[in-house]
């Protein structure tokens, strides 16, 4: 490459460089406005707490003497003979439609003289012979420790008892006796039940009761056990989901049962005929991530009888109470409630004419407040159950009876800017624009001075005219032809020279002749051949 072309080379990369940095500056400085147009830091809302009201109705139902239930003995009369009941008795029950026996244990202990303190040890367990295997022993109610009346609470699943031929149930109670002047009194007290497996039946013993007498000196005392239990039958049973009672108690862990009532909990099929009373029960907790203090409750429940935004009236079945904390109130609704509430539908059904729906809503409206570090909850949770009292059966839905509503509480805070400038952060591009600015100035700066400042040595003669014959040869590609050597010049008649390459390009345009090009030192020689005829120019340094 010769001199020339080198700089010709140079010259068109400098003015290409120069174009580039003066779009890349541009670019740049726009990105800088851009940039610091937006802000680094944002004001948004954050929370500081998160809290839950949670709300939970329960309800027993009790129902009238009926022979649908009625047709079953739901007790066993007690011996009433001062006979004691053979041991080897055992009371019945079907285990293809029971489905959990629950059992409690109680225990008291009585001196002639008065008692100072009595406090006790007690475990439960259970110990399950099924065929071929090995014993199954569980801790039914692990050792604990407490001080005069015990009474505890456990449950056996149905068919885990139908698989065992014998289970064993033993209650072991280790008292601590301590009487006026006398130091303390070690005892031991234990009670056995047998429950078997015969067949289809699941047998108990009637033997539920023990009385253990004991004396220190001339100190007489009794420890007295009982076993009680009832038997929790299958909803798909032919009887329904009822329970069965023991022949020592009337109770169940629900409420009292009466010798002819039978009670319904949540999810049992209630028959509006047979329906006589139901007791609810409301309970209301507030629930943080952080600390809570003096929570202020305020609560009421209505009755609440209305065609949704038409129509409502509201009849209070609790008064408007204070509570602290955590909360439960009891209500009840009979027969008759229902029957005055059906005769409120009917009025207003004949007053306006048009059919209304006949839902009876339970609400409960608790007002909250309560105070914490980041601020004060004031809210309003409400919670409903419905039923329609028009048909046969009353219908409360379980999914209804647990609800909770979440809560915040939360501040303003300055946070980092999340938007994004090709993957950048705000503060990350205003770093990057402005430093790709300052590169792309200096550049600019440099290159100006290079092409305007810099003086560039004048091309010699020799690459003048060189530089002539790659320009025509590009313009008129195919037109000049390379040779190694001129002509003989005799052969021509005439030799016309020309002053300039470019009337010999237009000769040889006009007469459709190419143009013959041979380079020496210094000297571009071009000819064209017509005939006798020799048209010349010469391109000397």
């Given at each position: 490459?010769?001199?020339l072309?080198?700089?010709?080379?140079?010259?068109?990369?400098?003015?290409?460089?120069?174009?580039?940095?003066?779009?890349?500056?541009c670019?740049?400085?726009?990105?800088?406005?851009?940039?610091?147009?937006?802000?680094?830091?944002?004001?948004?809302?954050?929370?500081?707490?998160?809290?839950?009201?949670?709300?939970?109705?329960?309800?027993?139902?009790?129902?009238?003497?009926?022979?649908?239930?009625?047709?079953i003995?739901?007790?066993?009369?007690?011996?009433?003979?001062?006979?004691?009941?053979?041991?080897?008795?055992?009371?019945?029950y079907?285990?293809?439609?029971?489905?959990?026996?629950?059992?409690t244990?109680?225990?008291?202990?009585?001196?002639?003289?008065?008692?100072?303190?009595?406090?006790?040890?007690?475990?439960?367990?259970?110990?399950?012979?099924?065929?071929?295997?090995?014993?199954?022993?569980?801790?039914?109610?692990?050792?604990?420790?407490?001080?005069?009346v015990?009474?505890?609470?456990?449950?056996?699943?149905?068919?885990?008892?139908?698989?065992?031929?014998?289970?064993?149930?033993?209650?072991?109670?280790?008292?601590?006796?301590?009487?006026?002047?006398?130091?303390?009194?070690?005892?031991?007290?234990?009670q056995?039940?047998?429950?078997?497996?015969?067949?289809?039946?699941?047998?108990v013993?009637?033997?539920?009761?023990?009385?253990?007498?004991?004396?220190?000196?001339?100190?007489?005392?009794?420890?007295?056990g009982?076993?009680?239990?009832?038997?929790?039958?299958?909803?798909?049973?032919?009887?329904?989901?009822?329970?069965?009672t023991?022949?020592?108690?009337?109770?169940?862990?629900?409420?009292?049962?009466?010798?002819?009532?039978?009670?319904?909990?949540?999810?049992?099929?209630?028959?509006?005929?047979?329906?006589?009373?139901?007791?609810?029960?409301?309970?209301?907790?507030?629930?943080?991530?952080?600390?809570?203090?003096?929570?202020?409750?305020?609560?009421?429940?209505?009755?609440?009888?209305?065609?949704?935004?038409?129509?409502?009236?509201?009849?209070?079945?609790?008064?408007?109470?204070?509570?602290?904390?955590?909360?439960?109130?009891?209500?009840?609704?009979?027969?008759?409630?229902?029957?005055?509430?059906?005769?409120?539908?009917?009025?207003?059904?004949?007053e306006?004419?048009?059919?209304?729906?006949?839902?009876?809503?339970?609400?409960?409206?608790?007002?909250?407040?309560?105070?914490?570090?980041?601020?004060?909850?004031?809210?309003?949770?409400?919670?409903?159950?419905?039923?329609n009292?028009?048909?046969?059966?009353?219908?409360?839905?379980?999914?209804?009876?647990?609800?909770?509503?979440?809560?915040?509480?939360?501040?303003?805070?300055?946070?980092?800017?999340?938007?994004?400038?090709?993957?950048?952060?705000?503060?990350?591009?205003?770093?990057?624009?402005?430093?790709?600015?300052?590169?792309?100035?200096?550049?600019?700066?440099?290159?100006?001075?290079?092409?305007?400042?810099?003086?560039?040595?004048?091309?010699?003669?020799a690459?003048?005219?060189?530089?002539?014959?790659?320009?025509a040869?590009?313009?008129?590609?195919?037109?000049?032809?390379?040779?190694?050597?001129?002509?003989?010049?005799?052969?021509?008649?005439?030799?016309?020279?020309?002053?300039?390459?470019?009337?010999?390009?237009?000769?040889?345009?006009?007469?459709?002749?190419p143009?013959?090009?041979i380079?020496?030192?210094?000297?571009?020689?071009?000819?064209?051949?017509?005939?006798?005829?020799?048209?010349?120019?010469?391109?000397?340094?």
């Open positions: 490459m010769s001199l072309q080198y700089i010709a080379l140079i010259t068109r990369t400098r003015v290409l460089a120069l174009i580039i940095i003066i779009i890349l500056f670019v740049s400085t726009f990105g800088i406005f851009w940039a610091y147009r937006m802000p680094t830091e944002i004001e948004e809302t954050i929370p500081t707490l998160n809290y839950q009201h949670e709300g939970e109705f329960d309800y027993i139902v009790h129902l009238k003497d009926s022979y649908l239930y009625g047709d003995p739901l007790d066993i009369n007690p011996v009433t003979s001062n006979i004691s009941a053979d041991p080897s008795s055992y009371l019945k079907p285990s293809s439609f029971a489905d959990r026996l629950y059992f244990f109680d225990y008291g202990l009585n001196a002639d003289l008065p008692l100072t303190n009595v406090s006790e040890q007690f475990e439960i367990k259970v110990v399950m012979q099924k065929p071929a295997q090995a014993k199954e022993e569980i801790i039914a109610v692990p050792l604990t420790k407490t001080t005069g015990l009474s505890a609470n456990f449950s056996l699943d149905a068919s885990e008892l139908a698989l065992s031929p014998t289970t064993t149930i033993t209650a072991n109670v280790y008292p601590t006796i301590e009487l006026d002047g006398i130091g303390p009194i070690f005892e031991s007290f234990n056995i039940l047998i429950i078997k497996s015969n067949g289809p039946l699941i047998e013993s009637e033997d539920l009761t023990n009385t253990q007498q004991s004396t220190f000196g001339n100190i007489k005392y009794e420890q007295n009982s076993f009680d239990y009832y038997v929790q039958l299958k909803p798909d049973s032919p009887f329904g989901a009822i329970s069965l023991s022949p020592q108690s009337k109770t169940s862990p629900m409420a009292p049962i009466s010798e002819s009532e039978i009670i319904l909990k949540p999810g049992d099929t209630i028959y509006k005929k047979l329906f006589d009373k139901i007791d609810l029960t409301f309970s209301y907790k507030l629930t943080a991530d952080k600390a809570l203090r003096n929570i202020e409750n305020d609560i009421q429940v209505n009755a609440v009888l209305e065609n949704p935004g038409v129509w409502s009236k509201i009849f209070p079945l609790t008064p408007l109470e204070q509570k602290n904390g955590s909360f439960t109130v009891s209500f009840s609704l009979d027969s008759t409630d229902l029957d005055y509430y059906s005769n409120v539908f009917s009025a207003v059904t004949n306006i004419g048009a059919t209304v729906p006949n839902d009876l809503v339970i609400k409960a409206d608790v007002h909250t407040v309560a105070q914490t570090a980041y601020g004060q909850i004031d809210d309003l949770f409400s919670q409903t159950i419905s039923t009292i028009a048909g046969n059966i009353l219908e409360l839905k379980e999914n209804d009876l647990i609800y909770s509503q979440p809560g915040t509480i939360t501040s303003n805070a300055m946070v980092p800017n999340p938007d994004k400038f090709m993957g950048l952060s705000v503060r990350q591009f205003r770093i990057t624009a402005i430093t790709v600015s300052g590169i792309s100035l200096i550049l600019l700066a440099y290159l100006l001075w290079l092409n305007f400042w810099v003086k560039h040595p004048k091309p010699s003669p690459e003048l005219i060189n530089k002539e014959f790659i320009k040869k590009k313009k008129n590609k195919g037109v000049i032809i390379d040779i190694s050597e001129l002509p003989n010049t005799e052969t021509y008649n005439t030799v016309i020279k020309l002053d300039s390459l470019n009337d010999l390009i237009s000769t040889s345009d006009n007469l459709l002749k143009i013959f090009h380079t020496e030192e210094n000297k571009h020689t071009y000819l064209i051949i017509d005939n006798l005829t020799k048209y010349e120019y010469i391109s000397e340094a």
